[in-house]
């Protein structure tokens, strides 16, 4: 067994974060565990870059509103308690209601993840009007 010591909250960067958003790593698998989870905390408004993971990811909501969605599809309004998965290499990105901060947790099994161009306020805009 290992405790293993907090280490401080991490401001998103930029590249791949419009507005605030800060994460701490909860767990960081050592091969060959590919576990990876963070607890990441979206100020209202703020939300990742398009993004995919090689392995898929999951995100549980812990506190507030949010929104998901996949390149394409609708864009869904999440809860505390409400957890949703990503599958392999599809295209997504997840963040705060513009009314609500919002942390989850981010599960997930590498850090393979390909990030592209941020989401822009019109596909944010369309999670406030569903």
Do not use: C
Not at 4 to 31: H, L, N
């Amino acid at each position: 067994m290992q405790l293993i010591p907090r280490t401080p909250s991490t401001k998103g960067p930029a590249q791949m974060f419009t507005g605030d958003v800060y994460f701490d790593v909860i767990a960081r698998g050592e091969a060959p565990s590919r576990l990876r989870v963070n607890l990441v905390r979206f100020a209202p408004g703020a939300r990742t870059a398009w993004h995919k993971h090689s392995l898929g990811q999951t995100v549980h909501v812990t506190d507030g509103v949010g929104f998901i969605q996949s390149r394409g599809g609708e864009v869904i309004t999440m809860q505390p308690g409400d957890t949703v998965y990503t599958p392999p290499k599809e295209w997504h990105w997840h963040g705060a209601s513009g009314d609500s901060f919002m942390s989850h947790l981010a599960m997930w099994e590498d850090d393979d993840a390909t990030w592209g161009d941020h989401v822009t306020d019109e596909e944010y805009g369309a999670g406030a009007e569903s």
